[in-house]
């Protein structure tokens, strides 16, 4: 059933040995190179050129075709626009999460399906689904199911819990079920060592080898505000824009006692409040308010009712699962309670939900509800929730 499989080739190491297994295996392999950015750096060196020419260079070794594929236009309308209104309103984006819904997993999907003639696509991604690594345990009949990596560290169903199960059910990760030493030394016992020694790409693509705070600068315009502190009300310094803070982020501001962290950004009086501490009690909460959840399946028994259904979330992809209770709001936005607070839960960042091993999916946070504190003094949640 599955003859024709396109394959994403980055220049890496993961998706040179995804599709060495492929070739082995004896699928009618494509390599796809996807051009999503025009990055070059102050020098005039393209890193993307790099990446292609390694690209090539794989395909070559493997005797495979390789097609390049610009998807620069979808990218900076699709991911990148949205990244910079996100910025501009104080919000903290998820670049990554956005990439792999709107480019990898539709546009590419697409564009291999009824283009190239994919019977499905493959991708170097360390997770895994319920259909098998190489779709070996297909059924037509059954419903596809995201699950974790064993690599802990890899593991990256975070990032892909809002793709389609139409696309994720023709996908295959051939080195899911492996760690990335194991992956690394493959690469070396079949000749492709040069990808094991290449340096991994970290960060956001389009950022590149400046710092994030000379890029975004480039895009959004300076806008100086006051730093108040939380508990005086008082001002304790200046700031040159929202978009340069996060939510949880250490300040620098000198001549306090001990160093501030952002607590909130108001956008209409842009003040940032911040707190003394890193882990001063208001930057704790253990409750969530998101927008509309994207389910590749939904939670067993959630419902618009209010039914509580029990998970486990997470809204940074390195740390523990927390469990959790999730209800569901008449407008199908998420309310979830958390069984402990959480330090710095972040509008725009994503909720991501599982049980066991199963990703479900996740949901943009609109706001974290009102810390514990707050709620131990008496202060109702909705003057709280509208601050």
Same mark, same amino acid.
């Given at each position: $059933?599955?003859?024709? !499989? ?17 070739? &082995?295996?004896?699928?009618? !392999? ?31 070794? /493997? %005797? ?10 979808? #990218? ?18 998820? *670049? ?9 997993? %539709?546009?590419? +999907? ?19 689904? %319920? ?6 345990? #297909?059924?037509?009949?059954? &419903?596809?199911?995201? /699950?974790?990596?064993?690599? *802990? ?8 819990? =809002? ?20 992956? &690394? ?27 994030? =705070? ?23 310094? =200046? ?12 300040? &620098? ?33 253990? $409750? ?8 590749? %399946? ?16 997470? +809204? =940074? ?23 402990? *607070? ?25 706001? *974290? ?19």
């Amino acid at each position: $059933m599955f003859r024709r !499989v396109v394959v994403g080739i980055s220049g890496g190491v993961d998706s040179a040995v995804s599709a060495y297994l492929l070739k &082995k295996r004896g699928f009618e !392999v494509c390599g796809a190179f996807m051009k999503n950015w025009d990055l070059i750096d102050e020098s005039g060196y393209c890193s993307g050129e790099q990446d292609f020419e390694d690209a090539q260079r794989l395909c070559r070794t /493997l %005797n495979i075709p390789l097609e390049e594929i610009n998807f620069v236009k979808d #990218y900076w309308v699709e991911v990148f626009g949205n990244f910079l209104k996100d910025y501009e309103a104080g919000i903290t984006p998820n *670049p990554d999460i956005l990439c792999n819904r709107h480019i990898k997993f %539709n546009r590419f +999907f697409h564009h291999a399906r009824e283009r190239l003639g994919a019977d499905a696509i493959a991708t170097g991604h360390y997770a895994r689904t %319920n259909f098998g690594p190489f779709l070996e345990r #297909y059924n037509e009949n059954e &419903k596809v199911r995201l /699950l974790m990596a064993p690599d *802990p560290i890899k593991d990256q169903t975070f990032f892909l819990s =809002q793709i389609s199960a139409e696309a994720l059910r023709r996908t295959m990760f051939p080195i899911g079920a492996l760690t990335k030493p194991q992956v &690394k030394q493959l690469a070396i016992e079949v000749g492709l060592e040069a990808y094991a020694r290449k340096k991994e790409s970290m960060g956001i693509c389009f950022v590149g080898k400046r710092s994030f =705070q000379q890029f975004i600068g480039e895009y959004i315009e300076t806008k100086p505000g006051p730093f108040v502190d939380v508990d005086s009300g008082r001002e304790v310094g =200046q700031h040159a824009g929202l978009h340069h803070w996060t939510v949880g982020q250490k300040c &620098k501001i000198g001549g306090c006692p001990q160093p501030y962290y952002v607590l909130r950004k108001h956008r209409e009086s842009n003040v940032i409040e911040v707190a003394s501490g890193h882990d001063h009690p208001l930057l704790y909460t253990d $409750m969530v308010y998101t927008e509309r959840p994207v389910w590749i %399946n939904a939670p067993p028994g959630l419902s618009s009712e209010g039914r509580v259904v029990r998970c486990e979330f997470r +809204f =940074q992809h390195t740390k523990p699962l927390v469990g959790c209770s999730v209800i569901e709001t008449h407008g199908r936005q998420l309310f979830v309670k958390l069984d402990r *607070p959480l330090r710095a839960i972040t509008p725009g960042q994503y909720a991501v939900f599982y049980r066991n091993e199963e990703c479900f999916g996740s949901a943009r946070i609109l706001q *974290p509800g009102p810390s514990t504190v707050y709620r131990a003094a008496g202060v109702s949640l909705k003057s709280e929730a509208s601050g």
